[in-house]
C-alpha cells in the first residue's frame, strides 16, 4: 500500500493526523460493509497495483485519442486475465463490489483511467443477459461472456431518441419461415448512438428494439446481436458500426454508433425471461411491459455507490490540500493559515464528506430493496416495482448530480491548481457530470419521481394505502412548528412536512389547469419546474431519514458515532438552510427554527474542523486511486506538482519546434 504511517507525512498533515478523536478503522470498515470487506478490499487492491502492467506509459492526457483507448484496452484485458488466471482471484474479484470496484470509481479508476472500454460488458451486458433472459440463455451467453470469450455492449440510445424509449426505431421483425428476427435501422435517426465499447470493442450488444411478430408491433424488446465476427472481429455483414469521436470525458470507453441493414438473428437470441415470441410468432406478453427496463433500473442503482465513490476521491484530495496549503492572513501579522481554518473552505468540504455517507446509506438502503423486489417479481408478485423505480430514478438523479456539484465545489476549493490534469479533479469531474446524463436524464429521472408522488398523493386522497418511501404523504398537516424541538428527528418530520405540502400544492396547481380546460399531460408540463422540485425534495427526505437511522443502527464507539453524528447533523440543516424557503413555506419550521439552525452548523463546522484529514483518511483511498498530485497521503503537493510539470513532453527540449515555424518568423518579420 501507499505510505500510510502517520511519520511518512508533511508537518502540516501529521499534526491534523494527531487530531483525530475517534477510530478511522471503524468508519473505513463501515463504508465497505465490514472488517472483513475492507481486507479483501485492501488485498485486492495490493495485488492489482503492485502489477507494473497497470503502469501508464505517460499520462493519458499527453497520448492521441487512439494510443489513449490501446493503453486502456491492453490494461483492461489484463484485468480479464488475472480474473481468469486462478480460482482464488476469481473468488476475489468475482462478488459485486470486486466488479463494482473494478469497473467504476473504487481500484478500477486506478487501472483504467479515462473509461474502461470493457465497462459496458460488466455493467450492463452481463446484467442484461442475468435480468432478461430465461435459464439456459443465461447458462449459454454467460459462460461465454463471463469469461470474456465474447464481448458486449447494452445498445439502447439512437441518434434520434435517447429519452424516450417508446419513440426507438431500430426493428426487430420475426419471420416465422426462418425462424429469424429482422434486425434493421429504417433511418438515420434509427442509428444506435453512444452505447459503451460499441465502437471497437465489443463484438456483441443486447440491442433494444420494437418488435414485430405477426404484423403487430409490441414495443421495445432486447435481443443479443451479433455485431463483429468472433475470428477476425471484422464487422458482420449488414452491420455498420464505428466510434463516435471525442468527448468531455470517458474517452476510453470507444461509445459507439451502429446501423443494421435487413441483419438476420436466431429466433434464439431474444431474451425471453419475460415475455416470448413462439416459433410459429405467437407473442407471449409479459406480467409488466415495463419488466424489460430492468437493466436500467439495476444500473441506477449502481450509479448511486459510482457518485458517492467519485465524491469521495474529490473531497479526500481538497481536504488534505486545504491543510497544507497556506494562504492570506487571518489575523494581521500571523504565519498564513491553513486555508481549511477558514469557514468558508470547512462550508465548503465538511458538507462533502457528510453527502458521501448520506448517499452511501441512502444506496445501500435501496440496493436492499432492489434484491428484496426482484426476488419478488420472480415470485409473481409485482405490487413493489413502482417504488423500486421510483427510489432508483430519485437516488440515481439525487446522487449524480450532489456528487458533480460536490466534485467541482472541491476543484474550486482547491484553487488555480484544482484546475490542472495533476490535481486528477478535472477528470473526475468529467467522469461524474456524464452520469447526470446516462442511464436517465435526471430532470427525466426526476419527472418519473414526481409521477409516482402525485399518484401516491391522489391514492392517499382516496384512503388507499402507501408505500413505505411515501407514506408521510397520508400524514400531511400544513400547521405551523409549534415546538422548539430540534432534534434528528424532528427535523426529518419537518422534511416530511415540507414535502407534503409541496406535493400537495403540485397536485391542487395540476387540478387548476385541468379545471381551466387543459389536458393531464399539458397540465403536467405547466407544472414541471415545480414538480421536479417535489421530487428533489422527496429523494432529500429519503436521504436525510436514511442517513439518521443509518448512524443509529451503526455499532460504533463512542467517538467515532459522535464524530457521524456530527455529520448527520450537517447534513440535515445544510440541506435546510439551503432550501429554507420549502420549509417555511410549507409551516414546517419558523424563521426562528432556520436562525438557531444557522447557529449551530457554524458549530458544527467548527467541532468537525479538526477531525477533517482524518476523515478523509478513513475513506481509505489508495494515493493510486486519488491519482492527485494535490491529495496524497504525504501531502508533498509541491513537489509533485513541479515533478509533473517537469514530465511534460514540451518540457523535454528548451525551445519548441513551434517556435522556429511560427513564433520566430513573426518575431522577426521586421529585421
Ligand atoms: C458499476 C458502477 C457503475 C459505473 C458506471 C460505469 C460506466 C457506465 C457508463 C455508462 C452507462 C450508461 C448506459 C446507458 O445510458 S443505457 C441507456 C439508458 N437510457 C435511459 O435510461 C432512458 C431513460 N428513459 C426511460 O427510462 C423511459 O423512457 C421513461 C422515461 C421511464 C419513460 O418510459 P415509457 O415512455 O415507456 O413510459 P410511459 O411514460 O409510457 O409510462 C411510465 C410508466 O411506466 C413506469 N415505468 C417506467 N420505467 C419503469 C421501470 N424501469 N420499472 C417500472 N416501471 C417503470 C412508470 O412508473 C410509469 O408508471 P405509471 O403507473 O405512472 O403509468
Ligand atoms: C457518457 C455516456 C455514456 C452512455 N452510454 C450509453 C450506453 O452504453 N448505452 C446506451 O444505450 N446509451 C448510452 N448513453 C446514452 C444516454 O443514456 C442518453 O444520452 C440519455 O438517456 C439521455 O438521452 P438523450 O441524449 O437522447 O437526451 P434527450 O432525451 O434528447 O434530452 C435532451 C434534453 O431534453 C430534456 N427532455 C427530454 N425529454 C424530456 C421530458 N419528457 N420532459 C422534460 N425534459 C425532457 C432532457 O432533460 C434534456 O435536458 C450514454 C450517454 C453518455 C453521455
Keep these: 500500500m501507499a505510505a500510510r504511517k502517520e ?5 502540516d498533515l501529521r499534526r491534523e493526523r494527531a487530531k483525530c478523536s475517534f477510530n478511522k478503522e471503524e468508519l473505513t470498515y463501515l463504508m465497505d460493509g465490514g472488517k472483513d470487506k475492507t481486507l ?4 485486492i487492491e495490493d495485488i492489482f497495483l503492485a502489477d507494473p502492467e497497470f503502469l501508464d506509459p505517460i499520462r493519458p492526457e499527453y497520448m492521441s485519442h487512439e494510443e489513449r483507448y490501446n493503453n486502456e484496452l491492453r490494461k483492461a484485458c489484463h484485468m480479464i486475465r488475472k480474473f481468469n488466471e486462478n480460482e482464488d482471484m476469481q473468488q476475489l474479484v468475482g462478488e459485486m463490489e ?4 473494478l469497473m467504476g470509481s473504487g481500484l478500477g479508476v486506478a487501472l483504467t483511467k479515462d473509461g474502461n472500454p470493457l465497462a459496458l460488458h460488466f ?21 461465454r461472456a463471463w469469461t470474456g470469450e465474447i464481448i458486449g455492449t447494452y445498445a439502447q440510445t439512437e441518434l434520434g431518441h435517447g429519452t424516450f424509449l417508446r419513440g426507438l426505431e431500430t426493428t426487430a421483425t420475426y419471420d416465422s419461415n426462418t425462424q429469424e428476427f429482422i434486425i434493421h435501422s429504417p433511418t438515420i435517426t434509427a442509428t444506435k448512438w453512444w452505447p459503451g465499447g460499441l465502437g471497437k470493442t465489443v463484438n456483441y450488444a443486447v440491442v433494444m428494439a420494437q418488435l414485430y411478430t405477426q404484423g403487430k408491433c409490441h414495443g421495445v424488446h432486447p435481443f443479443i446481436v451479433q455485431i463483429r465476427d468472433e475470428e477476425t472481429h471484422q464487422s458482420m455483414p449488414g452491420v455498420t458500426v464505428g466510434e463516435i469521436g471525442p468527448r468531455l470525458g470517458m474517452n476510453t470507453n470507444d461509445n459507439g454508433f451502429l446501423r443494421f441493414n435487413q441483419y438476420r438473428i436466431p429466433h434464439t437470441n431474444m431474451l425471453m425471461k419475460h415475455s416470448q415470441v413462439l416459433k410459429d410468432g405467437t407473442y407471449v406478453k409479459p406480467a409488466n411491459d415495463k419488466l424489460s427496463y430492468g437493466t436500467m433500473v439495476f444500473v441506477r442503482v449502481a450509479i448511486c455507490f459510482d457518485a458517492y465513490r467519485q465524491l469521495q476521491r474529490a473531497v479526500t484530495i481538497a481536504t488534505r490540500y486545504s491543510a497544507v496549503r ?3 492572513e487571518l489575523v494581521p ?14 462550508y465548503k468540504l465538511l458538507p462533502q464528506i457528510a453527502t458521501v455517507y448520506g448517499i452511501m446509506f441512502a444506496a445501500n438502503d435501496v440496493w436492499n430493496t432492489y434484491n428484496e423486489v426482484t426476488g419478488n417479481i420472480s415470485e409473481g408478485n409485482l405490487a413493489y416495482l413502482p417504488e423500486l423505480h421510483a427510489l432508483s430514478c430519485g437516488l440515481k438523479a ?10 467541482d465545489v472541491c476543484r474550486l476549493a482547491c484553487g488555480g491548481h484544482g484546475y490542472l490534469a495533476t490535481s486528477n479533479l478535472p477528470r473526475i469531474y468529467t467522469t461524474t457530470t456524464a452520469a447526470i446524463t446516462y442511464e436517465g436524464e435526471n430532470t427525466v429521472m426526476w419527472l418519473q419521481v414526481a409521477r409516482y408522488l402525485i399518484k401516491s398523493y391522489h391514492d392517499a386522497q382516496k384512503g388507499h394505502r402507501l408505500q413505505q418511501s411515501v407514506s408521510y404523504l397520508t400524514t400531511q398537516s400544513a400547521s405551523a412548528h409549534a415546538t422548539a424541538d430540534l432534534s434528528n428527528t424532528a427535523l426529518v418530520a419537518a422534511y416530511k412536512q415540507a ?8 397536485a391542487a396547481h395540476l387540478q387548476d389547469h385541468i379545471s381551466k380546460g387543459a389536458v393531464f399531460e399539458k397540465a403536467w408540463n405547466s407544472c414541471s419546474v415545480y414538480l421536479v422540485k417535489c421530487a428533489q425534495a422527496h429523494a432529500r427526505y429519503y436521504t436525510c431519514e436514511k442517513f439518521v437511522d443509518g448512524v443509529n443502527r451503526a455499532e460504533l464507539s463512542e467517538g467515532t458515532r459522535t464524530v457521524l453524528l456530527r455529520l448527520c447533523r450537517l447534513y440535515l440543516i445544510y440541506h435546510i438552510t439551503i432550501n429554507q424557503g420549502d420549509f417555511l413555506r410549507s409551516g414546517a419550521l419558523t424563521g426562528g427554527d432556520i436562525s438557531s439552525l444557522e447557529k449551530e452548523m457554524a458549530d458544527i463546522l467548527a467541532a468537525l474542523r479538526p477531525d477533517a484529514v482524518s476523515l478523509v483518511d478513513s475513506f481509505d483511498i489508495h494515493d493510486r486511486v486519488l491519482d492527485s498530485s494535490l491529495g496524497s497521503w504525504d501531502g508533498n503537493v509541491y513537489q509533485r506538482l513541479y515533478n509533473e510539470a517537469l514530465k511534460s513532453p514540451m518540457n523535454q527540449t528548451d525551445v519548441p519546434q513551434g517556435y522556429y515555424k511560427y513564433l520566430r518568423p513573426l518575431m522577426k518579420a521586421n529585421l
Design 499 to 506: 414535502v407534503s405540502v409541496m406535493v400537495s400544492n403540485a
Design 333 to 346: 501579522g500571523e504565519p498564513e493559515p491553513q486555508i481549511l481554518e477558514y469557514q468558508t473552505q470547512q
Design 398 to 407: 439525487l446522487s449524480s448530480t450532489d456528487a458533480t456539484n460536490g466534485v
Design 40 to 43: 479483501h478490499r485492501r488485498k
Design 98 to 101: 470486486g466488479i463494482r470496484s
Design 7 to 11: 511519520g511518512e507525512c508533511c508537518e
Design 326 to 328: 497556506h494562504q492570506s
Design 123 to 143: 455493467v450492463m451486458f452481463l446484467p442484461a443477459i442475468l435480468g432478461q433472459g430465461t435459464v439456459e440463455q443465461q447458462g449459454y451467453w454467460m459462460s
